[in-house]
């Protein structure tokens, strides 16, 4: 199981930036898709992206589509979630996750999980 450690977050204005990081613990996430997803209030967790073992492919929510950005350096073993026009509805915990059976990137399971951070964007 890959061990997630997440970093980034806060808080931000509407139209606000930030970047989640999620370090690994092994070298065998390299071989591992990964997806975000996000827990709003009240509300089960939803897929936010993913991105293939090498990031030649990339998938999104609608809700997220072109204003987030999934990536990752495996010669850090580190993903990444760029987000960019944050509103308010993008208030939640986020939450990194490594390793799951191809074509499952949306619902999973996945082999291990991230701490979760939280993501407030005000008005």
């Known amino acids: 199981q890959v061990q997630l450690v997440q970093s980034g977050g806060g808080s931000v204005q509407a139209g606000g930036s930030l970047r989640l990081s999620c370090a690994a613990s092994?070298?065998?996430?390299?071989?591992?898709?990964m997806g975000w997803f996000r827990q709003l209030p009240g509300k089960e967790r939803e897929f936010v992206a993913a991105?293939?073992?090498?990031?030649?492919?990339?998938d999104y929510a609608d809700s997220v589509k072109g204003r987030f950005t999934i990536s990752r350096e495996n010669a850090k073993i580190t993903g990444y979630l760029q987000m960019n026009s944050l509103k308010p509805e993008d208030t939640a915990v986020y939450y990194c996750?490594?390793?799951?059976?191809?074509?499952?990137?949306?619902?999973?399971?996945?082999?291990?999980w991230g701490q979760g951070t939280q993501v407030t964007v005000s008005s």
């Open positions: 991105i293939s073992p090498i990031g030649d492919i990339t």
């Open positions: 092994g070298r065998i996430f390299i071989r591992y898709t």
């Open positions: 996750a490594a390793g799951v059976p191809r074509g499952r990137e949306r619902t999973g399971p996945y082999n291990g």
